[in-house]
């Protein structure tokens, strides 16, 4: 996987966390600049440090094969301003709570179907991206 893959995935996990690089660093016993250099692709990660971060993260570190590596690119930048808005978060956590789930994995995989749904919309402003988080919502709370 490329070493761009690699950030574009720890961003997103902790942008959907709602955590910080510094919050992150501490509890992986890493530093900040080695953070944020892998996040914009730089860098050489070991596994070891790939295992701590994955474990401050709250998730697994799995590796494969699978797919085709690179395959989600980096988090767009109005995706990342997305997740780490406070109606975002609220959203979340309502979905969370209402489907008996774990917080950080909405987030991801809320993230993740929006990077998705970017592919075959036309430039999606910022409020479009809060209508498909409206419309994410009220198919929840009205399943037909």
Request: proline content about 6%; charged content about 20%; overall charge neutral.
């Amino acid at each position: 996987m490329p070493h761009e893959a690699i950030g574009s995935q720890l961003r997103a996990l902790r942008l959907a966390a709602g955590r910080t690089v510094a919050s992150v660093a501490a509890d992986a016993g890493l530093s900040v600049p080695y953070i944020a250099n892998l996040e914009n692709g730089r860098g050489n990660p070991t596994m070891s440090a790939l295992s701590r971060l994955a474990t401050a993260l709250g998730r697994d570190l799995v590796i494969g094969f699978d797919g085709v590596a690179g395959e989600e690119g980096p988090l767009p930048p109005d995706l990342a301003k997305l997740g780490r808005s406070r109606r975002f978060k609220s959203a979340v956590a309502a979905l969370a709570e209402h489907r008996g789930q774990d917080v950080t994995a909405v987030a991801t995989h809320l993230l993740g179907a929006c990077r998705r749904l970017g592919h075959v919309l036309d430039e999606p402003s910022e409020a479009d991206w809060f209508r498909v988080l409206d419309a994410v919502l009220l198919i929840a709370a009205h399943p037909a």
